[in-house]
């Protein structure tokens, strides 16, 4: 199993193959199809992150000490941007998670999604995975 | 006729590049962009008269007191108030409100009504909600209908004895509509209920004659019409702000004070507690006297040929469908494509630097109505062009293309 910072390298070496916003939101938009799809019984407000402009819905389940991470969202980049996240961070262990750096979103070009505003939906979408990790920590001890 | 090109040199900030394009700026409904001569205006005030207002006996002080002053005399005569104390000066709209709901907090009883509409922004749903829940007043609305305008029989069915306070906006922030608030004020003092009016989106596309309109309260803000942030405007009938309690506490709102008992000041400083916004009230003196000199005339009707232009060419998109269609409406178009998020089209327009606002434009009832997520918004002011216009088509046209 890789390493979450082998997986971020991984991300960002793919998106350094693109010279422009268009190339990479266009690849952004093609990985949010392969999106690991939440099961529709999880799409409600319990699943919502709060301060993101579109609506993105992540469950989290505890199997065989790691986290896998399910989500889905209304707006196609937003599916774009979850599905690197989980890429990144689901089937690792919650004190793997918990741990794990995030600055390789600099790296990718995406940075106006990681604008401290309100509308601001990557680093919301970061705290609730982090959050998640830390429930299953505090549920092993 | 207006010599856009010469305004534009005005704006400094819109030569700026944004993602490497020249920014198009289209979220003025949010804040207007701010013309030189009101930066400067700010400026010399820090460069030359700095000083606390109504204070002191020096120079500086008496200097920018006047100032402070004058503008105060520029807003009573761009909105043709009857006395200069009527116009208070505030942090903006909010504030404004605020002050009015916390008064009426002190007044109201159970079992009185406040009707506002369903086309408010929010910051005009929750004081009222706040004080019903403090005071057990019940709040009603007044419905839209699918154009975006007003349903008046809906009012008139929930006007009665019990109705204290109207609440409307003049005109609805994420649709345009400019309602028809002549009617609902003429119709709320039949049953002797007190209008406050929310002007913020209304008073940078025409200049409303208060005294005229018959209002109880109006609020708005200078950073809609070209003035700083930070700054706005309760405007009130004397007799009803004379009557409505102090918002705060503080210096310069008090005439005597001992550990007894404090006697008010008079208004408008009763209600001007602590150091106010100096330079800001003295930008938007400037704002007004910018505007005034292009003429509001000349902006209605360049405006109007804006918006006309806009909506032709928005709704010649394939899938695009503009919410808020009401004859009555200001340059602001709300738009969505087939079922794409107005997030997604958001970012994409952003990367071509056009500014546009996205999502609920804090006004969730009117979302529910039309039951989707949000829209997008362009809003446009006198220092737009056709050329801006033609570029956000072909931008959303190219947004369709990469999010179909």
């Known amino acids: ?134 429930i299953f920590k505090t549920q092993l001890t | 006729m207006l010599d856009v090109k010469r305004i534009r040199k005005d704006f400094p900030i819109l030569n700026r590049l944004v993602n490497g394009k020249k920014l198009i700026y289209f979220d003025n409904a949010a804040t207007s962009q701010t013309p030189k001569q009101v930066i400067d205006a700010i400026s010399q005030y820090y460069f030359n008269n700095n000083s606390n207002v109504h204070r002191g006996v020096h120079f500086l002080s008496e200097e920018a007191t006047s100032a402070f002053e004058l503008s105060r005399n520029k807003i009573q005569e761009h909105f043709k108030i009857s006395k200069s104390c009527q116009v208070i000066f505030t942090s903006g709209t909010t504030h404004s409100i605020n002050i009015v709901a916390s008064g009426y907090a002190q007044k109201l009883k159970k079992g009185d009504e406040i009707i506002v509409s369903e086309l408010e922004h929010h910051s005009n749903i929750v004081p009222w909600q706040m004080l019903c829940e403090r005071v057990g007043t019940k709040l009603r609305v007044i419905r839209m209908n699918s154009q975006g305008n007003l349903d008046i029989k809906s009012f008139e069915k929930i006007l009665s004895k019990k109705t204290k306070l109207v609440f409307v906006n003049h005109v609805s922030n994420s649709l345009g509509t400019i309602n028809p608030i002549e009617e609902i004020i003429f119709k709320a003092h039949k049953y002797g209920a007190k209008v406050i009016i929310d002007g913020a989106q209304a008073v940078p596309h025409f200049n409303p004659n208060l005294q005229k309109l018959d209002v109880d309260y109006y609020a708005f803000s200078a950073h809609k019409l070209c003035g700083p942030t930070g700054v706005g405007v309760l405007y009130g009938k004397e007799e009803l702000l004379k009557d409505l309690p102090p918002y705060h506490g503080g210096g310069e709102m008090i005439s005597n004070v001992t550990f007894e008992k404090t006697t008010y000041a008079e208004i408008p400083y009763k209600f001007e507690a602590g150091t ?33 232009y806009a909506t032709e060419k928005l709704n010649l998109i394939n899938g695009l469908k503009i919410f808020g269609e009401s004859i009555n409406k200001t340059s602001v178009i709300s738009f969505n494509v087939d079922e794409i998020h107005p997030y997604d089209i958001g970012l994409i327009l952003d990367k071509m630097g056009i500014a546009v606002r996205t999502g609920k434009h804090c006004t969730q009832p009117i979302m529910d109505f039309y039951n989707i997520p949000g829209t997008v918004r362009a809003s446009f002011a006198f220092y737009n062009t056709f050329e801006e216009i033609d570029k956000l088509v072909f931008a959303i046209n190219k947004a369709i293309n990469i999010l179909k």
């Open chain 1, 1 to 134: 199993m890789k390493k979450i910072n082998e997986i971020q390298t991984e991300i960002v070496e793919e998106f350094s193959f693109f010279e422009d916003w268009l190339q990479r939101y266009e690849y952004l938009i093609e990985l949010g199809k392969s999106l690991p799809k939440i099961n529709s019984k999880f799409m409600t407000d319990d699943y919502l992150i709060n301060g993101c402009q579109s609506q993105v819905w992540l469950h989290a389940e505890f199997k065989k000490d790691k986290v896998i991470f399910t989500a889905e969202s209304d707006a196609i980049i937003s599916k774009g941007i979850i599905a690197i996240l989980i890429r990144a961070f689901s089937n690792q262990t919650p004190i793997e998670i918990i741990n794990a750096k995030t600055e390789f979103i600099d790296q990718i070009g995406l940075r106006e999604n990681l604008s401290p505003s309100r509308s601001n939906g990557m680093f919301s979408m970061i705290k609730q995975i982090k959050m998640y990790a830390l």
């Open chain 2, 276 to 308: 106010p916004n100096i330079s800001g009230v003295i930008g938007f003196g400037a704002a007004l006297d910018y505007l005034n000199n292009i003429g509001f005339n000349n902006i209605i009707s360049y405006e109007e040929e804006l918006l006309k």
